[in-house]
């Protein structure tokens, strides 16, 4: 730590600002000690507090029909039917990962878990959402490679499938990638458990790993601030995870939970036991006592603050009736888990932390936890872009379609995810019907119910570069996005979570950016009826040379009624018709053929008739139900032209296309091959059933699929066509992320 | 006939693995800290990362309580079944021949691949053809088998090896692409590839559901 560090005062070295402090000192009536004040700092963090995002975060709808537990517990959960909920949160792991790639993505993993077991789900899926710099860069490929190392050490060793994912390569994150985990788990909704603490009187247990003094103000000076120099140095801050300690705790606690020996139950992440226990105390509306001398230390010497705010991984809290202790007991022992009690319910409204009989923090449980002052953004858009031009990595002449669409399979952002996702257990727990290359989205099997063999659909997903060309409507599309995923396997959408990715909200292009994001997702839930159902914010993500691109993650959960029907994105049988459907209007600003040719963001994007969208996944939702379609795939990255070599690769057959009247060459051609924008689907089938959807909205049959082993043929105006053999296509998608893998 | 899946803590497969010999008997689960085999007909050392798979895959696991009971029931002639970590295991235990080493490329890799049967005429493939490809999907980080030339030759031999990789199909660097070895007696196999992935057309192929059948078969032929 420099000296001006040191010099200032201690609050402002934790975080606070001065107005801050002194609202501290007004409700404790005096100077915190400090105890009192690493936890303050902590818990009025913008990790903890959402200090300058809760405002906004009200305008997003949090009700629906589907909805059985809301924003505020550790995870949100929705009714899937059979009297089964799926609870499921995705959080970031942002800047541990950033200093320490690996065991960053492994806690991200690690916590994600433990929020969806605290609700008393089991886990039964991990997905991951990640952003580094572009691939030429030495750094981003050693974050690559380290973090999608740590999720897979982490998701494989305890057992839960990591089913999908999404992954993209933009300069503006090369100093701060974005690491965000998503959980989905399973339970009785009788079993949904929720964390306030009740009954004055009750014992506090504190199980699972030793507290050590690892990651320690993990929140607040890194995750509640920009990345810089010298961050090498904070590595101290983050977290180890040990994913063995996390079976055994996970095990453990919903062994607990089905004996029903727990009144709540907490885990601890950000803040340690800081906020695990106010959060429980906050939501019970009661005091707690915890006796840090009696928490178990990996080391000794540890001060009561250290105790408090470790970061610590692998460890619950717990709320369980004084008869009920040594059962409890019992089984964190069958477990092989460490566990104490070190506290108990008290009716004081305070947060007490007793050492050797001394009370050595007394705090106002609602100070700690609500009065953290909130703040007003000061959203402006910026008058000038806020981002360079990307590097071109394609020579601006090279406008030849034929060469194109191989470049842009071959491009990072497009490329084959194969390398990344067989890193992956994707089949542990045996629910998974489509693997991460079958479809738009993974579908996991549900139990089955009367004969009945049900599944849920997930995907996440979210551009950032679209969203930094217009923060409204590209955040619309990222949720229509995965709407799309959903309806492509036949899955209607019952909720969604979300992870705001965002720079420093106390600048206002960032304040704007955030806003309008906000302000697109709340609209997009809306007109789609999906409510959030929880999420998390992550700010300050920048680095010496700027902010990320605005980055809101959407994670959506969806549920269809036969697993067996499950859509495919790939075209599989040769005299298929095929056809382009939806509202799609292809534009080049912003497309992934813009950024390769260098050209800059475009200050906004075209309009969205999301009405339009919903109705066509609604249909096309319903087609795949009915068993009608061989095939759908939603266009995405790279245009149709990519879509339809996807649907190619995917089903291993070739397919001959009609382009006629799009031109035989120029900016129109290359507009409606590989143009983006949201409402566009490449369906195949027989030609009555896609017929038949013709009726309820816009459908164009274009082509036909045809034999294993025949190119991909695009005709074109004046009898020219593109053509382009599967296995040119098969190597050139390979090749992005293989060659950077090693 | 009834099949017992053993847990150790850091086992992730088990509840597959009892789901797949639900298919074609009863199962139960037995705890890694009891000796008691609960009189189950045959043996199943699942998948997952046994005790953390720390010190070495399979290392610790071998010396549990459990595992006494189990090296007892296969000196007897009880079959027993390893899948992946549960092959470690019974590698480790000195129950199975050779050693499984870290993949050639030292990475975790998830992928469904074909296997060759190689002897169909055994505890654990009679329903299965001579020559057969299975379609079983395979997930490991330490799965490259091993043995010194001696060994391997004997083991060749003797018809030892039931599972092959199909050409091109293994990932690991396994010698001579062996993806399942049995026992001397036959009574005890082990292979890296996970049959209990591949028992329901819903979740990718049922292929490896004949591993199951066959230990079914031979306990129920065993027993007229």
């Known amino acids: ?139 981003s490929r050693y974050l690559l490679e380290h973090a999608v190392g740590g999720i897979g050490h982490y998701g494989n060793s305890i057992g839960v499938p990591t089913i999908g994912g999404e992954l993209y390569f933009e300069a503006p994150y090369e ?26 009187g009750n014992a506090l247990i504190l199980f699972g790993a030793l507290t050590g003094r690892d990651g320690i103000g993990g929140a607040s000076v890194l995750a509640s601030a920009e990345l810089g120099e010298g961050d090498a140095d904070k590595r101290p801050t983050v977290q180890i995870g040990d994913p063995f300690a ?28 800081t906020s695990s226990s106010s959060e429980m105390a906050s939501k019970g509306g009661l005091g707690l006592d915890i006796h840090v001398d009696r928490v178990p230390l990996r080391e000794p010497g540890m001060e009561p ?69 909130l703040y007003d953004l000061a959203p402006e858009k910026p008058s000038a872009p806020i981002y360079p031009a990307p590097s071109p990595s394609l020579e601006s002449t090279d406008d030849d379609p034929a060469a194109l669409l191989p470049a842009l399979l071959a491009s990072a952002n497009v490329a084959d995810r194969r390398p990344v996702f067989e890193q992956y257990d994707c089949l542990v727990q045996s629910r998974t019907v489509r693997r991460p290359d079958d479809a738009d989205a993974a579908v996991l099997l549900l139990p089955e119910s009367d004969g009945a063999r049900p599944a849920i659909a997930v995907s996440i997903d979210g551009s950032g570069r679209r969203v930094a060309c217009d923060p409204y409507r590209g955040t619309i599309e990222a949720v229509l996005e995965c709407a799309a995923n959903l309806a492509c396997v036949g899955a209607e959408p019952l909720g969604l979570t979300n992870c705001l990715n965002f720079g420093n909200p106390e600048k206002p292009h960032i304040a704007w950016q955030l806003s309008e994001s906000v302000r697109g997702m709340a609209d997009a839930c809306r007109a789609l009826d999906v409510p959030v159902v929880g999420g998390n914010v992550s700010l300050y993500n920048e680095g010496p040379e700027g902010p990320i691109y605005p980055t809101p993650v959407v994670g959506m959960v969806g549920r269809l009624p036969d697993a067996a029907r499950a859509g495919r994105l790939g075209f599989s049988v040769a005299g298929d018709a095929i056809a382009f459907a939806g509202p799609f209007k292809p534009s080049l600003p912003g497309s992934e053929l813009a950024k390769l040719r260098g050209e800059p963001l475009p200050d906004g994007l075209p309009e969205i008739d999301v009405a339009a969208v919903r109705k066509a996944q609604e249909t096309i939702r319903d087609a795949v139900r009915r068993g009608e379609l061989r095939s759908a795939h939603d266009v995405a990255e790279g245009g149709l032209a990519v879509a339809l070599a996807e649907c190619c690769l995917g089903g291993g057959h070739g397919a001959r296309v009609d382009f006629r009247g799009a031109g035989s060459g120029g900016e129109r051609l290359l507009e409606t091959l590989f143009g983006e924008g949201p409402g566009g689907f490449v369906l195949s089938g027989s030609r009555p059933a896609l017929a038949a959807l013709a009726r309820a909205i816009r459908l164009t049959f274009v082509g036909e699929v045809v034999d294993p082993g025949e190119d991909l043929v695009l005709t074109l105006d004046g009898d020219a066509a593109l053509s382009w053999p599967l296995a040119e296509l098969r190597v050139a998608r390979a090749r992005g992320l293989a060659d950077a893998l090693g | 006939m009834r099949f017992g899946v053993l847990r150790f803590p850091g086992t992730c497969d088990e509840v597959d693995a009892q789901l797949a010999c639900e298919r074609v008997g009863e199962a139960v689960i037995l705890w890694h800290g009891d000796r008691d085999l609960q009189g189950v007909d045959a043996v199943v050392v699942p998948g997952g990362f046994s005790y953390g798979d720390y010190l070495r895959v399979g290392a610790i696991a071998r010396f549990a309580p459990v595992m006494e009971s189990v090296i007892a029931f296969a000196r007897e002639g009880g079959p027993v079944l390893g899948i992946c970590n549960g092959f470690q295991v019974l590698c480790e235990a000195g129950l199975l021949p050779g050693a499984l080493l870290p993949n050639k490329t030292l990475r975790f890799v998830c992928r469904q691949v074909d296997l060759v049967v190689e002897h169909a005429d055994t505890i654990f493939t009679n329903a299965c053809e001579q020559g057969e490809r299975l379609s079983i999907p395979a997930k490991h980080t330490t799965g490259c088998w091993y043995a010194p030339r001696e060994l391997h030759e004997q083991v060749e031999a003797s018809g030892q090896v039931l599972l092959r990789y199909a050409p091109g199909e293994s990932f690991n660097g396994s010698l001579a692409d062996v993806a399942g070895v049995r026992n001397e007696a036959g009574n005890v196999f082990g292979l890296m590839p996970h049959p209990e992935h591949a028992v329901d057309p819903l979740t990718g192929s049922t292929d490896g559901l004949k591993l199951f059948q066959s230990i079914a078969n031979h306990v129920g032929a065993a027993r007229v």
């Open chain 1, 305 to 373: 603050f250290e105790i408090m705010v470790s970061e610590s991984q692998e460890r619950m809290l717990c709320v369980v009736e004084p008869e009920r202790v040594d059962e409890v007991l019992a089984v964190c022992a069958k477990w092989e888990t460490t566990a104490t009690a070190i506290g108990e319910v008290t009716d004081s409204g305070r947060l007490r932390v007793l050492s050797g009989g001394d009370v050595v923090g007394d705090m106002p449980v609602e100070a700690l936890v609500d009065d953290c002052p």
């Open chain 1, 175 to 200: 100093q701060n990638c974005l690491v965000n985990a998503m959980a989905l788990g399973i339970a009785r909704h009788e079993r949904l458990t929720r964390s306030a603490a009740t009954g004055p």
């Open chain 1, 1 to 139: 730590m420099s000296d001006t560090a040191t010099a200032q005062p201690p609050h402002r070295a934790l975080g606070l600002t001065d107005a801050e402090y002194g609202l501290i000192v007004e409700k404790l009536g005096r100077e915190p000690n400090a105890v009192e004040l690493s936890m303050f700092s902590l818990m009025w963090s913008e990790h903890c507090a959402y200090k300058h995002s809760k405002k906004l975060l009200r305008q997003l709808p949090t009700e629906g029909p589907y909805l059985l537990m809301g924003p505020g517990e550790n995870a949100g959960a929705v009714d899937v039917g059979g009297g089964l909920a799926i609870a499921f949160k995705v959080e970031s792991h942002n800047h541990p990962s950033a200093v320490e790639p690996f065991q960053g993505a492994a806690t991200g993993v690690g916590g994600i878990l433990r929020d969806v077991f605290a609700v008393g789900a089991r886990p039964i899926a991990v997905l991951d959402s990640l952003r580094f710099g572009e691939l030429d860069s030495a750094r």
């Open chain 1, 246 to 273: 996390e079976k055994k705790l996970m095990e453990c606690s919903l062994e607990l939970l089905d004996r029903e020996l727990l009144v709540s139950l907490q885990d601890l992440g950000a803040a340690g036991l």
